[in-house]
């Protein structure tokens, strides 16, 4: 299954950016989905959750900054990350939110400066 991240970049500290993730070939509405990040030479962590239903679940590093959502019809994950912070860089992936994954995409990076 195609996951395609994208929406990182450059930000300073306090500001905002949206990632959008489009997943293609396959019903969107069946899955529970998540992003994702990874720093260099640490495990990917689950940053959020957004189950079938609409329910969400958030990391709490990232709790009250970061909103899921995603556009069944649209095929997309979207992450709203606002009052970012140097310690949110990492890569972000967009998966399943499940013990079975899709097979990762490239990921999108975002750069956090202080």
């Known amino acids: 299954v195609p996951l395609q991240a994208c929406g990182g970049g450059l930000v300073q500290a306090g500001g905002s950016l949206r990632l959008s993730c489009v997943v293609s070939?396959?019903?969107?509405?069946?899955?529970?989905m998540g992003w994702y990040r990874q720093v260099p030479g640490k495990q990917r962590e689950l940053v959020a959750g957004?189950?079938?239903?609409?329910?969400?679940s958030y990391a709490d590093s990232v709790k009250g900054r970061f909103t899921i959502s995603r556009d069944n019809a649209k095929k997309t994950v979207n992450l709203q990350m606002n009052n970012l912070k140097p310690e949110d860089t990492a890569v972000y992936y967009c998966?399943?939110?499940?013990?079975?994954?899709?097979?990762w995409g490239q990921g999108t990076l975002v750069t956090v400066s202080s």
């Open positions: 998966n399943r939110w499940s013990a079975v994954k899709f097979i």
């Open positions: 070939g396959i019903r969107l509405s069946n899955y529970d």
């Open positions: 957004i189950s079938r239903d609409g329910s969400t």
